[in-house]
């Protein structure tokens, strides 16, 4: 491969128990391909802020190349709160208004062996359009956060959003959470529209209880492994998931199918919940 993985979305600093740690889902990818081998580039809103800055030096530190695309408002900050055994996130103006300009990357996009999308604003159409015009593989995940759906229309803006890049992509991975939010519809039902309408592959992590991939032709499960380490968050776990797939596509495992690199990425979950933060754990 002489194109590095594309991953556009997200990158934000998270407060959380009074700490700043670097995360976004788009980010956790980037730099979990990295740990998996897989080199990457993080296409993200970034600001030239304090926040900007840790983000800036968290890629670099993990080998991420970083293209900013222009932020208005700065960075993303979010702040994280436990709820049971998840956690809720709260975001500034610059989260809650993201939107990473695609523009001066449209070469790289076309060039890019795989382009995954995770966490982007799809409600908006300027921002779905230069992704669904893709002639490449594409991956999405996305990492639908109620605080970032309040305006009104944009859940179902969003969600026609998704439906657009889904019909063409190689592999869309949602929680169940994601499903409940954007389609209020069950996993199954969400999983059998989105093959139909032409998705390669469609993913449903259920936290605790595992994950599986149906394509057109089968489904293969696969459980999250019992660790003796406990559980510390939750934080990066199906971006964890998002990036040993992806990781599979590059090497084209997933040819022989689904049911090897979806057990594989719930053993990395596994173990990324085991650590503080959204970073990729190798089991």
Known sequence: MTERVLVVGDALVDEVDDASIVGGAALNVAVGLARLGVPATLVAMVGDDEPGAVVREHCAAHGVELVATPAPNGTAVAIAERVGGTM???????????????????DRLAAAPLVVVSCLALEHEAQVEPLAALPGRLMVDPNARPAYLQAPGAPE??????????????????????VELVYGATPETTAQRLLESGTGAVCITRGPDGAEICTPEACARAAVPQLEAPLVDTIGAGDSVLATLAAAVVADE????????????????????????????LP
């Open 254 to 281: 997933h040819e022989a199918g689904w049911a090897a690199p979806l057990e594989r990425a719930m053993a990395v979950a596994a173990a990324t919940t085991r650590s503080a933060g959204g970073l990729l754990q």
């Open 88 to 106: 809720r996130y709260r975001f500034n103006r610059a989260g809650v208004e993201r939107f990473v300009d695609l523009g001066s990357v449209a």
């Open 157 to 178: 803006r969003f969600a026609a959003g998704l439906d657009r890049l889904a019909a063409r992509a190689l592999l869309v991975k949602l929680s169940d959470e994601d």
